[in-house]
């Protein structure tokens, strides 16, 4: 599977989806400490603090005093054309991720399917998750709900975009996570909402707290 080259990313690559990572949780305006991005984006605080330094220093951020002798990050002018130059350079490093993604969901949901699958939930929002849609559409399985947090879109389609907590609402066998850059994050909340690890789906490979899982889909 070509997803999987990608999954072995240069470290200089991983330094830019981690800087975009905090780029775009700091653009939302919110006074977020170290500790509540650590928390956010479940990245260690001891590299939270690192690449908030860096980018400090390169005066993408800034920083402001809050009550209680905290600190609060905000992005500066030029720390949001870094976040527009980040999002360019990484669409352009994993074209193929993209290219194949429609794919690799054909394989995923084919073999779902052809183990019984009729209902899904859709976790994580973005551009992943219009490939996501196109490929279920080839299989005879439902999306049921999309499930997000902090999204700008309140529908996807015509289907309301929910917290991640209005799952034990929804009637579903399995989770697909359909997001490359938050894959990590919505993998923890999907844990923390109690979705047994076995019943969510990924064609990323996924970083935890316990170490990393393979993706699924055409290995």
Known sequence: MNVQNMNKEKPENHDTYRSLQLLDEISKGEQLSQ???SKNLNIALGLV??????LVSKGYVTIRAIPSKR???YLTPKGFAEKTRLTYHLLQDYTNLYK????DFHNLFYELNNNGTKKVVFAGLDEVTEIAYLSLQEVDIT???VVDENSKRDKFLKIPVLPFKDLKNIEYQNVIITTFVKRDHVYQKLIECNVPSEHIHTIYDIETGKGRIKAEAGA
């Open 35 to 37: 500790r509540d991005l």
């Open 49 to 54: 603090n690192s690449y908030i330094k860096n």
């Open 71 to 73: 600190y609060a990050y």
């Open 100 to 103: 194949n993604a429609r794919k």
């Open 143 to 145: 999306l049921e709900g």
